[in-house]
């Protein structure tokens, strides 16, 4: 693992010309791991993701913000503790040092899945690696990051990522409920949630009347983007922004729409549309740029209404149907086990059990499935998470001393 860390901190390159698709590709690849399984709240996946975003604020010389010098922000949520990461790049004029501009997003993501899982959508076992959601936020936090490093503003910025907002924004409600300084200085909060899979230049911008003077700020940069950008003034969202507005914060929410992937196993590093993420980020720092430059107010506007897509219940009620049929189609080997000096072992076989159809007996000690090693009924119940009925997978067996293999159609 931390060969692969490494790894992709040296894929990125000091110091950035331009926003680059390899660096989010370098983040993205590790964040979205297996390795990581999945980044769940509070587990030992998303204390990997923090070890990693960590190394990036260090890497960047950024400056810590918690009172014991540290980068991270510590937290409990359902009797876990996670972490909030914070690093501060100070502005060029010191007399605007109270005038701070967030960045964030959540670097969290619903582990390996199932109802009890954050979020409680995905298949149970299977690892949800979270590309889109949120790892691709994550790497635009941090490309932009070392983009304003090497392109300083006058204001300062405060890069974050939020622990636990797949279990109800808890994360960033904590920063706003005991932040280590002055909420007021907090001049407004920008979020990026799924900006990973645009299509055709989508891009939904919301809260943009959660301050005064946002449109006639931003309304030009966005028209000049090139994106097709939906926009709405309304500041609360599923998502981080909403706690900041809560708190009398204006923020922005960038976010390029659900797909089929969401929540699902399927959300992996292969399937972001790069180039459309770092247009995307374009668009972003060019609204960093403009705010940060601005010297006058920005007055808050409370916006409690929902602002999502137009047809984004119209999506969702789609997706949980799609959940449902994939669920339906799950398919079972029929396997009982029991666990025995370190092994699983099979026990009694219903006779019309799959695998005992295709020659599994009592006694036979597991060895793998799918050439994934099973020591112990968890391991089992990730190797056979994502079959579907009539799929065969191969079952490794020990029987009399010896190794046979068996072809099982599940059921």
Known sequence: MIATLLLA?????????????????????????????????????????????????????????????????????????????????????????????????????????????????????????????????????????????????????LFMTFSAEERGLLGSADFVAHPPFPLQNIRAMLNCDMIGRSSDGYLFLGGLGTADEFHALLDPIIENSGLKVEKSDDGMAPSDNSSFHAAGVPALFFFT??????????????????????AVLQLVRAIVQAIQDHDGPLTFHERPEMGMPADFNERMSEHFQHIMQRRSLHGSAGLRVIEADGALVLDELREEAPARKAG???DDRLVSVNGMPVADKEQLRRALASGQKGEVVTIVVRRGGAERQFQVTLE
Not at 127 to 156: C, K, M
Not at 259 to 273: E, F, L, Q, S, T
Request: hydrophobic residues 35%; proline residues 8%.
């Open 9 to 157: 901190s040296l894929l990125i390159q000091d110091p950035p010309s331009e926003l680059r698709v390899q660096d989010l590709q370098a983040h993205i690849g590790f964040l979205a791991s297996d390795e990581l399984e999945g980044r769940e709240s509070g587990e030992r996946g998303e204390k990997l993701a923090v070890q990693y975003i960590v190394q990036q604020w260090e890497r960047l010389g950024l400056k810590p913000i918690a009172p014991d010098g540290a980068y991270t922000l510590a937290f409990e949520a359902a009797g876990k503790k996670c972490t909030n990461t914070a690093a501060l790049l100070p502005g060029t004029d010191p007399k605007l040092a109270d005038q701070i501009l967030v960045i964030g997003a959540h670097h969290d993501h619903a582990g390996i899945g199932g109802p009890g899982s954050p979020g409680g959508m995905g298949n149970p076992g299977e690892i949800h690696n979270g590309a889109d959601d949120n790892a691709s936020g994550t790497a635009g936090v941090i490309e932009l990051a070392e983009w304003f490093a090497a392109h300083p503003t006058r204001r300062p910025i």
């Open 257 to 278: 729409h659900i797909h089929p992937d969401y929540h699902m196993p399927g959300d992996d590093a292969d399937k972001i549309n790069y180039p459309g993420e770092v």
């Open 360 to 362: 599994l007996q009592k």
